[in-house]
Every structure is written in C-alpha cells, then in structure tokens.
C-alpha cells in the first residue's frame, strides 16, 4: 500500500528467561519472538496467523509495551516507542489501543458501561461533564448498542455486545491503531461475522490501522489486507490477501491454508498433513525452523537458516529455500 508506515517493526525479540536454583541463575530462554519484522500503514489491516505458541500474542503485548522487549526497535508514527520511560509512554497509549480475546474478563464487572467507556477519556483528560457524557453516548452508536444501555454492567449483556463495549473502550481516546488479539474467537460465527463487519466500518470510517491476531484464517481472508504467517518466533511469509489465499509459497502456509474447512463438499482439496509435534521456543532447531516438520525438507535447510526473501508478485516475501537460486 502506498499510504505512509504507521507502526514499524524491525527485528524485534521477545526471550523470557528461565530460571532455575535458589538463586535464580538463568538455564535458557523461550524464544517467544526472535526477529520479526513488518511495517503497518494508516488504514491498512495487518493479520498475524499461525498456530498456538508461534508468537503472536506476545508480538502484540511487546508492541503495545505490556512485555518489554529484549531487543529491536518499535516506531509509531515516525517517533521509537520501544525505548521510553514510563512517562512518555502516555501519549503513545493514547494511540494505540487493544481488545482482548475475551470480552467477559477483559472488562470491570464492578463497573457500568458509561464507566468503562468514559474511564480512558478521563485518563487522558479529553473531557469532562456533559461533553464526557456526550462523547460515551457517541461511542455507544458507532459501535451500535442503544444508548440506554450505558448504565447496565457486564453481565447484563452477550459476548457480542461485550466485545462491542471493548472495541468502543479501544476507540475511546481517539486511537489511531487497535491490536486485536483473537477479539472473535470467543464468539459465535454468525457474531463473529457482525463484530468483523463492525471493525471494517470503523475502519473506513476512521481510517484505523488494525493488527489483527488470529487463528481463524476465515475470517482474516474477510477482513484482511495482508497476512503475516509466523512460526516458532518467526515471521515465514507475509503477503497481500489475494496472493497469500492463491499462491501461497511456504509449505507451512500451504499447510495452515490447506486445513481450512471448504463449505461446498464438491470441491476437493488436498490436504497437507504436517507430521510431528511444534517444536520447543526454549531449543528450537537448527537452520529453518520448520524443517522438522516440513515434506520438502533438504538438507541445506537443517544447517542454513532462510531469510524472508522476494518470492512472487511486488510485496510476497518468504522464508524457504525452496526455488531459490
């Protein structure tokens, strides 16, 4: 997309460490991100796919600075993020928001609506008084719940509606970029088709950039620009839409792809079984990561680990010998 870089991320590592002994000496790390890098524009959805443990929920928490990063860089808006104190943290959390993957647990059962809507512009100091009030019953209508419902808690409502009052919490402070993590997949599919719809609108109608984390390649074939597919702490492929759905280049993307449920039983697909189990984070293999489980492995991939590397139409890049010169 030719719209400027909003979030970017270069080689960006996440390792916890493991302690062991009374006196806590370290006995290795969790790679839980070792090197990833994408840029994200202004008005651009970004999926971050792969299976669970591959990296995904810690590459959003490290953004967002709930974990802090072992080493690489985060630029927001032209300006790095991943090294300020805490006080200068404050406008950059204004700018960028989450939802979480739960809707129930993810909001104060103790609190009503009006409350968990109005709590970040309270923060930040964006209003007050009926002007607050104002602002919270317009959140309410962007994010379609009736207004009269701001003084209800929680419980009183569906897991549709509570993901509805985190996306209006998210959008509360004027964000310019949400983190989904998994914000549909506790929900019902024909829910999870209103609260992806819901987010598309905003999109266009606020010019968002979302990072969207998920595991459901349904939904982010819907709602996506581009994907980004990870394994073990390692961006493999990353590609527009249409590219990645039609041409995928990494065995692992053509595995994920390839396990997709199709709705119309006429059409055949063949089915890429990967064999074994993922990897540990804390000893992954050497060279390609994926070489373990991978059907076209060679030798060169157990010694040599692959870059991501063009490999198709302007922007497809990978991380796989396979075809390379």
């Known amino acids: 997309m030719s719209a400027p870089a909003l979030l970017e991320v270069n080689v960006l590592k996440k390792h916890y460490k493991l302690n062991s002994g009374f006196f806590g000496g370290a006995r290795g790390f969790v790679y839980a991100l070792d090197g990833v890098s994408f840029t994200l524009s202004k008005g651009e959805t970004l999926s971050v796919v792969g299976e669970s443990g591959c990296g995904k929920s810690t590459l959003g928490k490290t953004i967002l600075r709930l974990v802090e990063p072992t080493d690489g860089e985060i630029w927001l808006d032209g300006t790095r993020i991943d090294n300020l104190k805490s006080g200068q943290l404050r406008q950059m959390r204004r700018r960028v928001q989450v939802v979480f993957q739960d809707p129930f647990s993810s909001l104060n059962p103790r609190q009503k609506v009006r409350d968990i809507i109005a709590e970040p512009i309270i923060n930040f100091g964006l209003a007050s008084g009926s002007e607050l009030d104002d602002r919270v019953a317009a959140l309410m209508d962007k994010v379609r719940l009736p207004r009269d419902a701001m003084m209800r808690f929680p419980h009183e409502f569906s897991g549709g509606q509570r993901q509805r009052i985190g996306i209006a919490r998210a959008l509360a402070p004027g964000a310019d970029l949400i983190i989904c993590d998994e914000a549909v997949s506790a929900l019902d599919v024909s829910v999870k088709a209103q609260i992806v719809n819901l987010l598309s609108d905003l999109q266009d109608e606020l010019g968002l950039a979302l990072l969207f984390i998920s595991h459901d390649l349904a939904i982010v074939e819907h709602l996506t620009h581009r994907v980004a597919?990870?394994?073990?702490?390692?961006?493999?492929?990353?590609?527009?839409?249409?590219?990645?759905?039609?041409?995928?280049?990494?065995?692992?993307?053509?595995?994920?792809?390839?396990?997709?449920?199709?709705?119309?039983?006429?059409?055949?697909?063949?089915?890429?079984?990967l064999k074994g189990d993922v990897p540990s984070p804390i000893n992954p293999p050497s060279g390609c990561r994926f070489h373990t489980r991978c059907p076209f492995v060679m030798d060169r991939c157990r010694t040599e680990e692959p870059v991501l590397r063009p490999v198709g139409p302007a922007g497809q890049v990978s991380a796989c010998h396979l075809d390379a010169a």
């Open 229 to 273: 597919v990870m394994y073990l702490g390692k961006i493999v492929e990353l590609a527009d839409r249409e590219t990645l759905f039609s041409a995928p280049h990494h065995p692992y993307t053509r595995a994920l792809l390839s396990a997709v449920p199709v709705p119309d039983p006429s059409i055949k697909r063949e089915r890429v079984m």
